[in-house]
């Protein structure tokens, strides 16, 4: 089972920008699909933004313009740039690995924006 850690969170102020990296133990050409989420207080997990082995990526509406995935395969790590952070942006941010299979976990980096 390949071991996601994720890393990068902190605090930083609104319109500041921090950079998130998940080291995968394994490679993670094995997956579907690599991707962060992200949990907010009293609110559901829900997708930031992914991408797909081979060729694409997906996002929230809400981080579009803000945010970039992307992947050093060589590395087995994937990264999200997030610019521009606003408050809402607060949460604990999770990588995820996906396969037909199943799908896998890291343990959250906190991110919080605030003045």
């Known amino acids: 089972q390949v071991q996601l850690v994720e890393s990068g969170g902190g605090l930083v102020q609104p319109g500041g920008s921090l950079r998130l990296s998940c080291v995968a133990s394994?490679?993670?050409?094995?997956?579907?699909?690599m991707g962060w989420y992200r949990q907010a207080p009293g609110k559901q997990r829900e997708l930031v933004a992914e991408?797909?082995?081979?060729?694409?990526?997906n996002y929230a509406d809400s981080v579009k313009g803000r945010f970039t995935i992307s992947r050093d395969n060589a590395k087995n790590t994937v990264y999200l740039q997030m610019n521009s952070l606003k408050p809402e942006d607060t949460a604990v941010y999770y990588c995820?690995?996906?396969?037909?299979?199943?799908?896998?976990w890291g343990q959250g980096t906190q991110v919080t924006v605030s003045s």
């Open positions: 995820n690995a996906r396969r037909v299979t199943g799908e896998q």
């Open positions: 394994g490679s993670i050409f094995r997956f579907d699909a």
């Open positions: 991408s797909f082995t081979g060729v694409g990526t």
